[in-house]
């Protein structure tokens, strides 16, 4: 037996009970873009009941037709225990290890981060200055000073909502494995500020016409305890991470890391580890596009022509299937891309529990992402988890 887990970076399904808390009271982002498009083209999603997990997370019938389909899939929701709506958080909380602490974050004043860091990092990484130097989005901000930093060798630095600090260079003016480097330093001194993570946001292309490459690195502080990657591995099964999960969790608990660019390349990489994955192990895939290219840049459309295109390649998936294999399809936050700002909102997310073997049944509102992973850990036979409930 093998258990994949298909996260859909960003599937929001609906706002949490606590989402005033975040300024997220009414954030949604499934059932915006199926709003806004009055209908998507999802038929595999639909049938392993996304539309049914809508319904139970927000109370809204976006098709009446459908809801009266049973579901394929064990179907639910869940809330977040942890105290943020990032991306850390969401991951390690699924694997059975919640953020309990607050993070660190920096204030939206300008400029935004304390003299002290940033002249320790101008020091430490012998850089003639920085960029930036506030809240923004990524790609406003390599529009608003990638000239400058071209001609300057100063980095952009930057951060978000999130409990982070982003330094964006041009590649091939400043360096990636340059930019690694300054990134590994910061990573260093923000230990005292308690911020999850340092993300490395090389671009490359000419003034007015620059766009991100696929180089992107997180550089994550390590989860709070051990989690259903470190169970399996020290069972002596495969872990095997693919996309960003590897920096997510710090290159903790993995026994293979593959990376990719793009969902379509992603979905390729897990599709062929349906052939060659050995029994009992676990491949996480992360799908960043939803959030990184569309939830973030408030993209309603390409998010739902992304939704389209994943589905597509779910059915391919679920044919490739072996009859003891164990399938999740999930989040770890959400990002409604017809929010106010360009921040992620604090929403549930989908539980979608599905191969040849799993009885489709409701599991209903859970209380904690970690439910998923120890459903998981019961299922790959390992030591039970910290926290969570198996829910099958």
């Known amino acids: 037996m093998r258990a994949f887990i298909l996260l859909m970076d960003s599937f929001g399904v609906g706002a ?111 850089l003639p200055g920085i960029l930036g130097n506030k809240h923004a989005s990524g790609t406003d901000i390599i529009e608003e000073f990638g000239e400058e930093h071209i001609h300057s060798g100063k980095p952009i630095v930057y951060t978000s909502a999130d409990s982070v600090l982003q330094i964006a260079v041009h590649e091939e003016h400043f360096g990636l494995q340059r930019l690694y480097e300054v990134c590994e330093i910061a990573r260093e001194l ?98 960043v596009d939803f959030d990184m290219l569309y939830g973030h840049r408030r993209d309603i459309d390409g998010y739902a022509k992304a939704l389209e295109n994943f589905d597509r390649h779910l059915g391919e998936f679920i044919r490739g299937m072996k009859e003891d294999d164990i399938a999740v399809i999930t989040a770890d936050h959400g990002c409604d891309p017809t929010w106010p700002g360009s921040d992620h909102t604090r929403e549930n997310i989908p539980i979608l529990i599905f191969g040849p073997k799993i009885q489709p049944i409701a599991l209903g509102h859970r209380a904690s992402f970690a439910d998923i992973g120890q459903t998981l850990a019961k299922y790959l036979g390992v030591k039970p988890l910290e926290h969570g409930e198996a829910m099958l």
């Open 190 to 287: 923000l230990e005292p500020y308690n911020i999850g993570r340092v993300i490395a946001r090389p671009f490359a292309g000419d003034v007015g016409k620059f766009y991100r490459t696929g180089n992107r690195k997180d550089l994550s502080v390590l989860p709070p305890k051990p989690t259903l990657l470190d169970y399996l591995k020290e069972a002596g099964q495969e872990v095997i991470a693919v996309g960003k999960i590897g920096d997510i969790f710090a290159h903790q608990g993995t026994t293979q890391e593959i990376k990719a660019n793009g969902n379509d390349e992603l979905f390729a990489k897990t599709l062929a580890l349906q052939a060659t994955a050995p029994d009992g192990s676990l491949i996480f895939t992360n799908f």
């Open 16 to 126: 949490t009970p606590d989402a005033h808390l975040y300024q997220d009271e009414g954030a949604d982002t499934f059932g915006h873009i199926w709003q806004a498009r009055n209908a998507l083209a999802i038929p595999h999603l639909i049938s392993l009941g996304i539309l049914h997990v809508a319904h139970l997370s927000t109370g809204k019938v976006h098709s009446v037709e459908h809801l009266k389909l049973t579901p394929k899939a064990a179907w639910g929701c869940a809330a977040e225990l942890s105290k943020g709506k990032d991306t850390p958080s969401g991951h390690w909380e699924m694997t059975g290890a919640p953020v309990m602490f607050e993070w660190g974050y920096f204030p939206k004043t300008i400029p935004t981060f304390p003299d002290e860091l940033i002249n320790q990092l101008i020091e430490k990484a012998k």
